[in-house]
């Protein structure tokens, strides 16, 4: 069983920076389509940022050019780097790995029904 273990959230002024992290066992990352999507209070789950086997990476347009997905297959663990934190990015962030998919097309890599195994999700606080 794939479990993922959210960690990283905080409270921070805008335009400062996060890292998440997103520790995983029970199988090798390399084995999944990974990605973070968040939630904030009243609103849909929604991808942020995906990497599939082939270190393709997706992000959505709110987030492209400030957020940086990546891995490190040595630790298994999954990463969120995210820069210019604005109050729109506050939300629950949850990790996320896709039980049938190694490699995921950008048009379905942020599509949360794609993915199966979630992290219990970490809260980032942005404030102006």
């Known amino acids: 069983q794939v479990q993922l273990v959210d960690s990283g959230g905080g409270s921070v002024q805008a335009g400062e920076s996060l890292t998440l992290a997103c520790a995983v066992s029970?199988?090798?990352?390399?084995?999944?389509?990974m990605g973070w999507f968040r939630q904030a209070p009243g609103k849909e789950r929604e991808g942020v940022a995906a990497?599939?086997?082939?270190?393709?990476?997706t992000y959505a347009d709110s987030v492209q050019g400030r957020f940086a997905i990546s891995k490190d297959k040595s630790k298994n663990t999954l990463y969120l780097q995210m820069n210019s934190l604005k109050r729109d990015d506050t939300a629950m962030y949850y990790c996320?790995?896709?039980?049938?998919?190694?490699?995921?097309?950008?048009?379905?890599?942020?599509?949360?029904?794609?993915?199966?195994?979630w992290g219990q999700g970490t809260q980032v606080t942005v404030s102006s």
């Open positions: 029970g199988d090798t990352i390399s084995n999944y389509c």
């Open positions: 990497i599939d086997s082939n270190d393709r990476k």
């Open positions: 996320a790995a896709a039980p049938r998919w190694r490699i995921l097309p950008p048009s379905r890599a942020l599509i949360r029904y794609e993915y199966g195994y």
